[in-house]
C-alpha cells in the first residue's frame, strides 16, 4: 500500500519535473486529501491533455524516484476520465508547481466517476468525499447531486443520499 509520504513525494516529484498538468483521480484522491483511512495500491492520475506514451514513462520514472514500483501508474484511471462528457469543466485547483498544476474533480465529478461502476468500495468512496466536503465546509449543489444520483441504480445510491 501507498503512504501518505510517498504519495506527497509522488505530486511533489511531478509538479516540479513534468511540464503537465494532472488530475488525481479514484481512491487516491481520498488518500491524499486524508477524507477516508482507505489505502490504495494505485495511483489514479491523468493529464489533462491526452495521455501519451512519454507520459506514462514520465509517471513511472517519479513514481520509481519517489520509492514506489512503476505499476502504481492506474492506466485505467484516463480510459474512465474521458468517459464522462465535459470533465475539465468539473476540475477543481487542487496544487500548484514550478512546471505543472495538479487539479482534482469537484463533487459531482466524482460521483460520476464513481458510480460508473458502482463496487461497494466506490459507494464508500462516494460517501467519504461527501463527509470531506461536509467537514471543509465546501459547497454541495443538492439539486446536481440529486440529478446525478436518480440516473444511478437506486438500490446502490440511497446510502450516498443518507449522508446529503
Not at 481520498?30 to 477524507?35: D, F, K, N
Not at 495521455?51 to 513514481?63: K, Q, S
Not at 462528457?85 to 466517476?113: D, H, Q, T, V
Request: hydrophobic share 40%; charged share 25%.
Amino acid at each position: 500500500m501507498i503512504t501518505r509520504n510517498q504519495y506527497d513525494e509522488f505530486l511533489k516529484n511531478i509538479l516540479e519535473e513534468i511540464d503537465s498538468d494532472w488530475v488525481i483521480i479514484g481512491g487516491s484522491l481520498l488518500a491524499i486529501i486524508h477524507a477516508s483511512d482507505r489505502t490504495t495500491a494505485d495511483i489514479d492520475i491523468c493529464p489533462l491533455n491526452e495521455m501519451t506514451n512519454e507520459h506514462r514513462l514520465l509517471l513511472m520514472n517519479v513514481a520509481v524516484r519517489s520509492g514506489l514500483p512503476i505499476e502504481v501508474i492506474n492506466p485505467g484511471a484516463d480510459f474512465f476520465l474521458r468517459q464522462i462528457p465535459n470533465w475539465k469543466a468539473s476540475l477543481i485547483l487542487f496544487k500548484s508547481g514550478k512546471r505543472g498544476s495538479l487539479f482534482r474533480p469537484s463533487l459531482e465529478l466524482y460521483l460520476k466517476l464513481k458510480l460508473n461502476r458502482g463496487t461497494d468500495t466506490d459507494i464508500e468512496d462516494c460517501i467519504s468525499f461527501i463527509i470531506w466536503y461536509k467537514k471543509n465546509s465546501l459547497e454541495i449543489n443538492l439539486e446536481a447531486i440529486k440529478n446525478i444520483l436518480d440516473s444511478y441504480d437506486s438500490e446502490k445510491t440511497i446510502k450516498i443520499m443518507e449522508k446529503i
